[in-house]
């Protein structure tokens, strides 16, 4: 079993910022994501990333969101910058393997205009 630990949610401002972090129990090796889910909608993807750094990104966040990874740390994050309130959602770290998937316990953003 994987744990996921999400931290650095909160409320803040269109065009500002925030750093999410995800603390994961295990050596990472497998593909990281950051999905999120707004009211009333599905879960969708934000962004991935694989140990080596190759990342991919939702058309929506492109230009806004980083997703990076700190192997030492076993710790992923998303810096996301000129928030929109559109980017208002509770987001979700994924570990995905070829052996098993696991999800965090969401961490909520809000985004206010």
């Known amino acids: 079993q994987v744990r996921l630990v999400e931290s650095g949610g909160g409320l803040v401002q269109a065009g500002g910022s925030l750093r999410l972090s995800c603390a994961v129990s295990?050596?990472?090796?497998?593909?990281m994501g950051w999905y999120r889910q707004a009211p009333g909608q599905q879960r969708e993807l934000t962004a991935t990333?694989?140990?080596?750094?190759?990342?991919n990104y939702a058309d929506s966040v492109k230009g806004r969101f980083t997703i990076s990874i700190d192997n030492a740390k076993n710790t992923v994050y998303l810096q996301m910058n000129s928030l929109k309130p559109e980017d208002t959602a509770v987001y979700f770290c994924?570990?995905?393997?070829?052996?098993?998937?696991?999800w965090g316990q969401g961490t909520q953003v809000t985004v206010s205009s």
């Open positions: 994924n570990y995905r393997s070829a052996f098993l998937a696991s």
């Open positions: 295990v050596n990472i090796y497998a593909i």
């Open positions: 990333i694989t140990r080596a750094g190759v990342t």
